[in-house]
């Protein structure tokens, strides 16, 4: 993308005393386009692919090249794949309460991390939210950023909830086939 930036890691020294902090994500900076990316990655089974850009969402047919990434243990991206179905989907979960109390449940069964970016300034951390849908079939990656946001599912929870419901507007999947968590 022009002018897109790139993220990087603060913690590259490779020091042992980076270790906690990159277990964490602190001093881990990314665009909204790494994020996006990254998503899909999750969802996919472990492929990058290339981004596209579109100016409407409608019965467009897009081809994307895939990527593998190398050293994906499945067994532990199978489980990064249920903890962000649960973030979504389980009462304890994070975003919970934005794809199934507000205006109630919704039937594309999302998946998804809501994040507090640190940003050093005090009450002004940035919200994320990454996820795709539907967990059992992804079919969208979606990343928010929305600076000076707060804690991720707060403001960047609905965003993503208003964009996945734009996406399904009629969509027919049957939450109670896709709620289980199991792919």
């Known amino acids: 993308m022009p002018e897109e930036e790139t993220g990087y890691l603060n913690g590259s020294s490779l020091q042992l005393t980076d270790l906690p902090y990159t277990a964490i994500g602190q001093n881990e900076v990314y665009t909204p ?4 990316v990254y998503a899909a990655a999750l969802a996919n089974g472990g492929y990058r692919i290339t981004p596209h850009v579109v100016q409407q969402v409608g019965e467009l047919k897009l081809h994307f090249k895939r990527y593998p990434i190398a050293g994906i243990d499945q067994a ?3 489980e990064v794949q249920r903890g962000m179905w649960m973030a979504c989907n389980d009462p304890m979960g994070t975003a919970y309460s934005t794809f199934h109390w507000a205006h109630g449940g919704v039937a594309y069964a999302p998946a998804g991390k809501t994040g507090t970016a640190e940003t050093g300034i005090k009450g002004f951390d940035n919200a994320v939210f990454i996820g795709y849908a539907p967990f059992k079939h992804p079919r969208i990656a979606i990343a928010i950023v929305v600076p000076g946001g707060g804690h991720g599912a707060d403001s960047t929870g609905p965003i993503a909830r208003g964009m996945l419901d734009r ?3 009629h969509h027919a999947y049957a939450l109670s086939r896709n709620i289980t968590g199991k792919r």
């Open 33 to 36: 386009l790494e994020l996006a």
């Open 76 to 78: 532990a991206l199978r």
């Open 167 to 169: 996406f399904f507007p």
